[in-house]
């Protein structure tokens, strides 16, 4: 039996034993980004599998390991380090959410393309004037102020299934703790990994045929999240604020661009 033979027994047909070997190389790549900064996972492999293997199975395949790495992330100091940041973070995450939910039917109305400008283009622009040193201070977190940007990050969400960005623009612009940024957004990525899990396991993205492959991405995903997990303890404040703001521009100019070319 080919190894091609052997690995169609467990996971989709349209991988082969090279395919598998990229998605591994991808997932550790994506693990190591946000180990160090916490977020682009889903972006970095869905942008990396979509280029061999079917929309379907890339995203099914990001699934359990964003999943099992927000995890992680959320309780990388501990169950009460994590209680404390949702606790801290509590009007956004409730008004955010509210907003998710009343701006999820807007999918049906708003064009792809149109909903990929609307969120690429204000990260885009809110990361060139952080990175060229023009700031966005906010001082602390009024509830009228995060119940404003929650509002707005729950209602792009909603009908884009995108709320990473705009979060990360928030915390970075109230200058939240590496640490503390990184919980918050576990947490916050977690439950939407939760929720895009049981969505598709309605919708038969997530089944039996794509299940093992999801799977199999979350060692290399994990080696990766340890691997950038140790670089950002390396790196000071400064430095994990520039990195986060190179990859929130990187991020932004890739909505940008898919909503220009469709």
């Known amino acids: 039996?080919?190894?091609?033979?052997?690995?169609?027994?467990f996971l989709p047909a349209d991988l082969t034993v090279l395919n598998l070997l990229v998605a591994f190389a991808i997932a550790a790549l994506a693990g190591t980004v946000k180990g160090m900064v916490g977020f682009a996972m889903p972006m970095i492999l869905v942008s990396g599998l979509s280029l061999f293997?079917?929309?379907?199975?890339?995203l099914a395949g990001l699934i359990l390991p964003t999943l099992v790495t927000n995890g992680m992330q959320a309780l990388r100091q501990g169950a009460q380090?994590?209680?404390?940041?949702?606790?801290?973070?509590?009007?956004?995450?409730?008004?955010?959410?509210?907003?998710?939910?009343?701006?999820?039917?807007?999918?049906?109305?708003?064009?792809?393309?149109v909903m990929l400008i609307l969120i690429g283009a204000p990260?885009?622009?809110?990361?060139?004037?952080?990175?060229?040193?023009?700031?966005?201070?906010?001082?602390?977190?009024?509830?009228?102020?995060?119940?404003t940007v929650a509002a707005v990050a729950g209602f792009i969400g909603g009908f884009s299934g995108i709320w990473g960005p705009p979060t990360v623009a928030y915390l970075t612009a109230l200058g939240t703790e590496k640490r503390e940024q990184m919980r918050?957004?576990?947490?916050?990525?977690?439950?939407?990994?939760?929720?895009?899990?049981?969505?598709?396991?309605?919708s038969g993205v997530m089944r039996a045929e794509t299940a093992p492959f999801?799977?199999?991405?979350?060692?290399?995903?994990?080696?990766?999240?340890?691997?950038?997990?140790?670089?950002?303890?390396?790196?000071?404040?400064?430095?994990f604020r520039r990195a986060t703001l190179v990859v929130l521009l990187l991020a932004g100019a890739n909505l940008l661009r898919r909503g220009l070319m469709m």
């Open 184 to 202: 918050v957004q576990g947490v916050i990525y977690g439950l939407g990994a939760v929720a895009l899990m049981v969505a598709h396991l309605g």
């Open 123 to 147: 990260v885009t622009l809110f990361a060139v004037l952080q990175l060229f040193g023009i700031a966005i201070p906010i001082s602390r977190a009024t509830p009228r102020v995060e119940a």
């Open 81 to 113: 380090a994590a209680w404390q940041s949702i606790y801290r973070f509590r009007i956004f995450l409730l008004v955010g959410l509210a907003f998710l939910l009343v701006s999820a039917q807007l999918v049906r109305i708003l064009p792809a393309d």
């Open 53 to 58: 293997l079917p929309p379907d199975i890339a």
């Open 1 to 9: 039996m080919s190894d091609n033979s052997l690995v169609a027994l």
């Open 214 to 239: 999801s799977f199999a991405l979350i060692p290399p995903a994990i080696l990766g999240m340890w691997f950038g997990g140790k670089l950002q303890d390396r790196i000071n404040q400064a430095t």
